[in-house]
């Protein structure tokens, strides 16, 4: 076969690093967003913050001019430090005091820190330590708090922990079971429960004996509990032989209860969300604008900027491609910025019913609608809404929150998904508890209001609302 050569034209889109970079800001998260910052500013000297201090980086030490330093960075021979003990410092003595003092001689007021909530444990070895208890009593409760699970239940049996404890111990069942007697009745009270139903049994037994609707709970978390979580009413009245009235006061009076009594103690980390974008009305025009607190300021170092100017170019090329990059990622965040704030506009251009009358006037929206309206690529409306936080008089949304799907109506138009959701809630809401409405109903209800939804698709709206299904929404 002869070889030949062969000349063929074809385009092909190469991503340069500055896009990439472009793309990856704008689908991060405020959060990710300064999480990537910081990185940046530690790798690169020519970029920082606007609010940070002047010289607070790269500043020429002992008062030095800027030539002085600027020749030592370059590689110019540095004079020698201080050599024997003018070299070394006594930070015990030569250290300035810890903070000022004010002119009456008091010490200055530091910020408070945040102490540490105990812990479940850490409460009830408190306790434990306060009781009259014999050593080897102790320690058998101690082993039991150390069993429990976050919700102040023990996560073991008894016999389980008797097995584990060293034989040579000689602990019988029967000791275990006073030492949980004496768990039992630390506070909160609960905590030692084996059992939901055990849980709320010691609660209720810790209230006045005269308390209305006390025996009644007694005897129904001791044995028709599932019976009350399915709310089978008939079957209630007919095992405790009791009126309506009666057993509505015993329910009402476990729902008080804490089923949960661990649950105040456990760790949990707090989340905060800074919007991205704050909606507010003007003029009777809804106006989306950046938030300031969610834009970081950034900046070209000056100092090193300078430098810059006063070095050749074969002596400055990596500080160049740091200067390059610098600038790129500044042009980049403000370009992220500009993005989503045009996309948030867009959106509240296309759903204003929804900032003035709420859930129920949300139009059917897809991110389609708003990359045509922009001229921007459908991708990059996703990733613009997605984390990304809008402040409204109404509350924050995700931006995401906006789009969903339609569902039509018998005139021809369209119901959002999320506006049926609004108006499925304020059925059940309504509804009278002793005949509550079925997804049936429900949709024969929106049918005569002229939305076409399938009982189906109610249902899978509801379970997406956490809205129980009727035979568990039904009350006395």
């Given at each position: 076969m002869?070889q030949?050569?062969?000349?063929?034209?074809?385009?092909?889109l190469?991503?340069?690093p500055?896009?990439?970079?472009?793309i990856?800001?704008?689908?991060?998260?405020?959060?990710?967003l300064?999480q990537e910052?910081?990185?940046?500013?530690?790798e690169?000297p020519?970029?920082?913050?606007?609010?940070?201090?002047?010289?607070?980086?790269g500043?020429?030490p002992n008062g030095?001019?800027?030539?002085e330093?600027?020749?030592g960075?370059?590689?110019?021979?540095?004079?020698?430090?201080p050599?024997?003990?003018?070299?070394e410092?006594?930070?015990?003595t030569?250290?300035?005091?810890?903070?000022?003092r004010?002119?009456d001689g008091?010490e200055s007021?530091?910020p408070?820190?945040?102490?540490?909530?105990?812990?479940?444990?850490?409460?009830?070895?408190g306790?434990?330590?306060?009781?009259?208890?014999?050593?080897?009593?102790?320690?058998?409760v101690?082993t039991?708090?150390?069993?429990?699970?976050?919700a102040g239940y023990?996560?073991?049996?008894?016999e389980e922990i008797?097995?584990?404890?060293?034989?040579?111990?000689?602990?019988?069942l029967?000791e275990?079971?006073?030492a949980?007697?004496?768990l039992?009745s630390f506070?909160?009270?609960?905590v030692g429960?084996?059992?939901?139903?055990?849980?709320l049994e010691?609660?209720l037994k810790?209230?006045?004996?005269?308390t209305?609707?006390?025996e009644?709970?007694?005897?129904?978390v001791?044995g028709?509990l599932?019976?009350?979580a399915?709310?089978?009413y008939?079957?209630?009245?007919?095992?405790?032989r009791?009126?309506?009235?009666?057993l509505?006061?015993?329910q009402h009076?476990?729902?008080?209860?804490?089923?949960?009594?661990?649950?105040?103690y456990?760790a949990?980390e707090t989340?905060?969300?800074?919007?991205d974008?704050?909606v507010?009305?003007?003029k009777?025009a809804w106006?989306?604008?950046?938030?300031p607190d969610?834009m970081p300021?950034?900046r070209i170092?000056?100092?090193?900027?300078e430098?810059?100017?006063?070095r050749s170019?074969?002596?400055s090329?990596?500080m160049?491609n740091?200067?390059?990059?610098a600038?790129?990622?500044?042009?980049?965040v403000?370009q992220?910025f500009?993005t989503?704030?045009?996309?948030?506009?867009?959106?509240?251009e296309?759903q204003?019913?929804?900032f003035?009358?709420?859930?129920?006037?949300?139009?059917?929206?897809?991110?389609?609608?708003?990359a045509?309206t922009?001229?921007?690529?459908?991708?990059?409306?996703?990733r613009?809404t997605?984390?990304?936080?809008m402040?409204?008089?109404r509350g924050?949304f995700?931006?995401?929150?906006?789009?969903g799907?339609?569902v039509a109506?018998?005139?021809?138009?369209?119901?959002s998904a999320?506006a049926?959701?609004?108006?499925?809630?304020?059925?059940?809401?309504?509804?009278?508890?002793?005949?509550?409405?079925?997804?049936?109903?429900?949709?024969?209800?929106?049918g005569e209001?002229g939305i076409?939804?399938?009982r189906?698709t109610?249902?899978?709206y509801r379970?997406?609302?956490n809205?129980?299904?009727?035979?568990?929404?039904?009350?006395?």
């Amino acid at each position: 076969m002869k070889q030949t050569l062969q000349l063929k034209l074809s385009q092909q889109l190469t991503l340069t690093p500055q896009l990439q970079q472009s793309i990856r800001l704008l689908q991060l998260s405020t959060l990710e967003l300064n999480q990537e910052l910081e990185k940046f500013l530690m790798e690169n000297p020519l970029l920082e913050r606007e609010d940070a201090e002047p010289e607070s980086i790269g500043a020429p030490p002992n008062g030095a001019s800027r030539e002085e330093y600027a020749a030592g960075e370059s590689g110019a021979p540095a004079s020698d430090p201080p050599s024997g003990d003018a070299a070394e410092i006594d930070w015990f003595t030569d250290a300035p005091a810890a903070g000022p003092r004010r002119e009456d001689g008091e010490e200055s007021d530091y910020p408070q820190l945040a102490a540490v909530a105990p812990t479940l444990s850490d409460h009830l070895i408190g306790q434990l330590a306060l009781t009259q208890l014999s050593a080897r009593d102790k320690s058998l409760v101690n082993t039991l708090i150390a069993a429990l699970d976050e919700a102040g239940y023990l996560s073991q049996s008894l016999e389980e922990i008797v097995e584990l404890l060293p034989p040579e111990l000689e602990v019988g069942l029967d000791e275990l079971q006073i030492a949980l007697h004496h768990l039992q009745s630390f506070d909160p009270t609960g905590v030692g429960a084996r059992s939901p139903a055990e849980c709320l049994e010691l609660q209720l037994k810790a209230l006045p004996a005269d308390t209305p609707g006390r025996e009644l709970a007694i005897d129904i978390v001791r044995g028709q509990l599932e019976a009350l979580a399915a709310h089978d009413y008939a079957r209630l009245r007919r095992q405790l032989r009791c009126d309506d009235e009666s057993l509505r006061r015993a329910q009402h009076l476990i729902q008080s209860l804490n089923p949960h009594p661990g649950a105040e103690y456990a760790a949990s980390e707090t989340r905060y969300i800074v919007p991205d974008v704050i909606v507010r009305k003007v003029k009777n025009a809804w106006i989306a604008s950046l938030n300031p607190d969610a834009m970081p300021k950034l900046r070209i170092n000056r100092m090193y900027a300078e430098i810059l100017q006063n070095r050749s170019h074969s002596a400055s090329g990596p500080m160049s491609n740091q200067l390059q990059e610098a600038r790129w990622l500044i042009k980049n965040v403000q370009q992220r910025f500009e993005t989503i704030l045009r996309v948030a506009q867009a959106i509240v251009e296309q759903q204003r019913h929804f900032f003035d009358h709420g859930e129920v006037a949300m139009r059917p929206l897809v991110l389609r609608e708003i990359a045509e309206t922009l001229g921007l690529h459908e991708s990059t409306v996703s990733r613009v809404t997605t984390q990304k936080f809008m402040a409204t008089p109404r509350g924050i949304f995700e931006l995401k929150y906006f789009f969903g799907s339609h569902v039509a109506t018998e005139t021809g138009g369209a119901c959002s998904a999320t506006a049926i959701r609004a108006l499925l809630k304020q059925l059940v809401h309504a509804e009278d508890g002793q005949k509550p409405l079925s997804d049936s109903k429900i949709s024969q209800i929106l049918g005569e209001q002229g939305i076409v939804v399938a009982r189906r698709t109610i249902a899978k709206y509801r379970e997406s609302l956490n809205i129980p299904p009727v035979s568990l929404r039904k009350s006395l």
